[in-house]
């Protein structure tokens, strides 16, 4: 496994889908990271550019997220960085396909810096006997955060 863990800012809101075929959720969203080094040369902090990281969730977690991060969010991200790339089929004859590069992090653990922002946790409570997956499967209604 090639655990990686990313702290940034959240860049959109999180956008939830169930499977078509199995309904567990999925949530999209971005990290923005920034970052600054000691330029000794220059006496001076150099900011670098911002990079940009895809995170990818799934079942109850996905919800979890997507129910308590918003926009702007400084969270910590550990998870596996994984290529989602493919194949753009040409619609011209004797046209070549082209390959769409990707990579998302498939994310672990999220959790919300209190450094600069305030959060209250409430705990996710199952029935007795029931197990993540069998709350994952159920269709609910997430309501938006922010």
């Known amino acids: 496994m090639n655990e990686n863990t990313f702290h940034g ?3 959109k809101n999180p956008e939830i889908n ?3 075929n199995n309904g567990i959720a999925v949530v999209n969203f971005s990290i923005a990271i920034n970052s600054r080094r000691f330029d000794r040369a220059k006496g001076q902090w150099v ?3 911002t990079v ?3 995170v990818v969730c799934f079942g109850e977690f996905a919800e979890n997220v997507y129910d308590s991060i ?3 969010m400084a969270v910590t991200v550990t998870g596996e960085e994984v290529d989602d790339s493919y ?3 040409s619609y011209e004859p004797g046209g070549e396909d082209i390959v769409i590069r990707r990579h998302k992090i498939e994310a672990r653990d999220i959790a919300v ?3 600069a922002q305030r959060a209250k946790v409430t705990k996710v409570e199952r029935s007795r006997g029931e197990q993540p997956s069998d709350q994952a499967q159920r269709s609910t209604a997430p309501q938006q955060v922010g």
Do not use: F, I, Q
């Open 87 to 89: 194949t753009k089929e």
């Open 113 to 115: 810096s209190l450094r």
């Open 9 to 11: 800012n959240v860049g």
């Open 70 to 72: 918003a926009k702007g």
């Open 47 to 49: 900011t670098r550019p």
């Open 52 to 54: 940009w990281k895809d």
């Open 18 to 20: 169930y499977g078509k």
